[in-house]
T-cell receptor, first 114, second 111 residues
Framework: DAGVIQSPRHEVTEMGQEVTLRCKPI?????LFWYRQTMMRGLELLIY????????DSGMPEDRFSAKMPNASFSTLKIQPSEPRDSAVYFC????????????FGPGTRLTVT | AQSVTQLDSQVPVFEEAPVELRCNYS??????LFWYVQYPNQGLQLLLK??????LVKGINGFEAEFNKSQTSFHLRKPSVHISDTAEYFC?????????FGKGTRLHILP
């Protein structure tokens, strides 16, 4: 099993540009989570999907952030326009329908907005 | 409301010494409990989990944790740490898609 795949691993962009982060969950997992990690705020849940449907997006910081899951094997997190305060590591995680809640994390995308 | 508290943001410990990382949770319903480890520049990976049954749970890399319902705690322990245990450790509680993570504890291994 390849695990959760995220791309790109590193992204450097200028303020105002659009950024798209990608995630491929583990095959057969039916829940997908997007997290943001910073030194100041720790690990924050942004949004999660169950069976490709967004269930809770209360963690999305503002309208500049959007996430989609068009099918069971792909999700995107988009920031438009990006700002320096969006600099963080963004993690995607997926979870099977059984197991009690264990999540499998991807390696993360380190985003730097200058 | 559910919450997870990791009382120590950083824990320094000498190599080969024992360590305990503390975690307390609050929840109005029964929850599952997890410890994750994050090595530098990597994602989180599961160390161990408590779903039910024996309150002492053994995980990978020689770690174990004990569920204490009366104290609502799930402390992580290792009898002898190695330099390779340098990482950040996250406690989490919840069920299914409702998992809450603590703020993490950085374990520093001193030579």
């Amino acid at each position: 099993d390849a695990g959760v795949i995220q791309s790109p691993r590193h992204e450097v962009t200028e303020m105002g540009q659009e950024v798209t982060l990608r995630c491929k969950p583990i095959s057969g997992h039916n829940s997908l989570f997007w997290y943001r990690q910073t030194m100041m705020r720790g690990l924050e849940l942004l949004i999660y999907f169950n069976n490709n449907v967004p269930i809770d997006d209360s963690g999305m910081p503002e309208d500049r952030f959007s996430a989609k899951m068009p099918n069971a094997s792909f999700s995107t997190l988009k920031i438009q326009p990006s700002e320096p305060r969006d600099s963080a590591v963004y993690f995607c995680a997926s979870r099977p329908s059984t197991g009690g809640g264990e999540q499998y994390f991807g390696p993360g995308t380190r985003l730097t907005v200058t | 409301a559910q919450s997870v508290t990791q009382l120590d943001s950083q824990v320094p410990v000498f190599e080969e010494a024992p360590v305990e990382l503390r975690c307390n949770y609050s929840s109005s319903v029964s929850v599952y409990l997890f410890w994750y480890v994050q090595y530098p520049n990597q994602g989180l990976q599961l160390l161990l989990k408590y779903l039910s049954g024996s309150t002492l749970v053994k995980g990978i890399n020689g770690f174990e944790a004990e569920f204490n319902k009366s104290q609502t705690s799930f402390h992580l322990r290792k009898p002898s740490v190695h330099i390779s245990d340098t990482a950040e450790y996250f406690c989490a509680a919840g069920r299914d898609d409702k998992i809450i993570f603590g703020k993490g504890t950085r374990l520093h291994i001193l030579p």
